[in-house]
């Protein structure tokens, strides 16, 4: 067990912030007490360069290979947690249109009213290309709401009709309708993994941690909030 003197930080991206949030007392009763900061890989990437500090890093699987190839992640210190689809949601008793094919997919998109994504995480920078790649992207940008963070609350709040991120985001979100998935020929999987800091102080507690990631308690959590568990050593 870790030594419960010491708190853990931990740097993650917002898809796995529910899944943290509900194995905390998991992980406090194995002595991993944590703190942890959330957004974009793409967003904390930039942070990571300018020198800020943590003891476990979790984002795409993407940017812990390249922090591991720069040396600031532990070379073997690496685990795939989960699989994270792209999902699509409306407010809470607000009409389902159909989005289980392509041709439904875009229709539903030029229907809609307005929609929300991400700039900077995965789901939004996906987004962004498959509006170009199905000829739409003039009518959909002119609706849009882009912005970095949970795009769920906007619909929530009526601010907008739909918003598009990972499905494990749009969790995070009371007061919405999940569609659900994107069809499967515009759907990009993307993989978060978690790695150890190379300059922590605490190394044993930070492998600790990530190990109990993959323990059945985090899988069932991943599960509950829309993740498809690896659990696998990268």
Known sequence: MADSRFTLRVLSTLGLRGVMTEITPVLTRRGLDFTASYG???????????????????????????????????????????????GIAVRAGAARPNIRTVDAFKETILAARSIAFSRSGASGLHFAKLIEQLGIAAEVMRKARVFDGVVGELPAKGDVEMAVQQVSELKLVDGIDILGALPDELQKITVFSAGVFARTARPAAAGLLIAALASPEAMGAMRRQGLEPVGRVG
Do not use: K, Q, W, Y
């Not at 904390?44 to 591991?68: F, K, N, Q, S, Y």
């Open 40 to 86: 974009a890989s793409n967003i904390l990437m930039p942070r990571i360069a300018a020198g800020e500090a943590a003891d476990v890093a979790i984002l795409t699987d993407a940017a812990i290979e390249d922090l591991t190839r720069r040396g600031v992640v532990i070379d073997g210190s690496r685990r795939d947690l989960a699989r994270s689809a792209i």
